[in-house]
């Protein structure tokens, strides 16, 4: 028996000390995300603004623009669903994600997790993760919404795939632009400006208006927009049976690379 050994055995409230003392070290870089992630959500929950944004507007306006067809002539709910989607996403990736990143970074949030060990990688996953959840959530709603207003998709086996994939490029897409304009903008200028772009990327994004009632030279411009390509990717596949949507998905990848590069050279953290 060691010197230290026999000391603990004749002291026991050293040998608790020794038993009960934490062990040093941050958690596994999983369960700090999901740990913020977690949080991240339950924010999102408590913000009644967001949740409108994010969740109610989507599907009041394809409840709205579906049943009074005189807003929108020569359309219906088969061409309404795949664009709400898209607003869905641009709602959740883009527009929340901005604003409240903005806002955090300008009362030192940001600054603070910095201090914490979970590193910006990870936070930048947590809130991905978020994002990618509630998305989840927004589709499910939606697709019920609309199939009780009578949408009945033409959709490949593979559709499903497709969808998946356009959804998760269209969210790094969005993603990389709102983390841009909250790096780089004050918050209430990254308010001002997410809603604006918001509002006209739901004008002439393809969401609710079709692309065919632009101007011809306009129209390659809107489809090389990231709410156009997610938009007209979603409704090729599930309204018009297509294949793999290859241009929608080259125009939502370069709009993720470079969002994504220039947030990460110019997005500051305090």
């Known amino acids: 028996m060691s010197e230290a050994t026999a000391a603990r055995a004749d002291d026991p409230e050293a040998a608790w000390a020794q038993v009960l003392r934490p062990a040093a070290g941050a958690a596994p870089l999983p369960r700090m995300i999901a740990a913020q992630a977690w949080l991240e959500a339950r924010l999102l929950v408590r913000n009644g603004e967001q949740l409108l944004l994010t969740l109610l507007i989507p599907v009041l306006l394809l409840v709205a623009f579906s049943l009074d067809k005189s807003l929108i002539r020569g359309t219906g709910v088969n061409f309404l669903v795949p664009g709400i989607i898209a607003l869905a996403v641009m709602s959740t990736a883009f527009t929340s994600q901005a604003i409240a990143t ?3 970074r300008r009362y030192g949030v940001l600054k603070r997790l910095g201090a914490t060990p979970l590193p910006r990688g990870g936070l930048i996953g947590a809130k991905s993760l978020t994002v990618v959840g509630v998305e989840v959530l927004q589709a499910a709603i939606i697709i019920v919404a609309g199939l009780g207003l009578g949408w009945r998709p033409h959709a490949t086996p593979a559709a499903a795939a497709w969808v998946v994939v356009l959804i998760l490029a269209g969210t790094a897409a969005f993603s990389g632009l709102a983390l841009l304009m909250a790096g780089t903008l004050r918050a209430e200028a990254t308010l001002a ?14 969401i609710i208006f079709p692309l065919s009632r632009f101007p011809a030279g306009w ?3 809107l489809l090389a927009l990231p709410s156009g390509a997610l938009s007209d990717g979603l409704r090729s596949v599930l309204a018009h049976s297509s294949g793999f949507p290859a241009r929608d998905l080259l125009v939502l990848a370069c709009w993720a690379v470079a969002g994504i590069a220039l947030a990460a050279r110019t997005f500051r953290w305090d």
């Open 102 to 104: 903005g806002f955090e």
């Open 193 to 206: 400006a997410a809603n604006l772009v918001y509002l006209l990327l739901l004008g002439v994004g393809g």
């Open 219 to 221: 129209q390659p411009v």
